[in-house]
Nanobody
């Protein structure tokens, strides 16, 4: 069974940095786009940043200038470097990836279990 495994969340002070990582475990054929979302208490899940196989990225306004998404295709891992963190960045951060389970299947979205990021003031 394929799962996305996230790591790197935690507690940090305002202005600090964290680096999130996410990689799929289990058997699959191919990875397409990958990305990070977040959900704060009482709010809807929102896109933070996405990246496709050729390295093209897109960022939500909340992330521009502070966060950097990257991927290592050989390691099948996506990263989110978060700098200049603010208390309003506090949320559960979810990894998402388009995975093709076999050569005959369509890509579909898989989600990680989420990792808590807490920024103290």
């Amino acid at each position: 069974q394929v799962q996305l495994v996230e790591s790197g969340g935690g507690l940090v002070q305002t202005g600090g940095s964290l680096r999130l990582s996410c990689a799929p475990s289990g058997s699959f054929f191919s990875i397409g786009g990958m990305g990070w979302y977040r959900q704060a208490p009482g709010k809807q899940r929102e896109l933070v940043a996405g990246i496709i196989r050729d390295g093209t990225t897109n960022y939500a306004d909340l992330a521009k200038g502070r966060f950097t998404i990257s991927r290592d295709n050989a390691k099948k891992t996506v990263y989110l470097q978060m700098n200049s963190l603010k208390p309003e960045d506090t949320a559960v951060y979810y990894c998402a990836a388009d995975l093709q389970l076999n050569s005959n299947s369509a890509y579909r979205v898989f989600w990680g279990q989420g990792t808590q990021v807490t920024v103290s003031s």
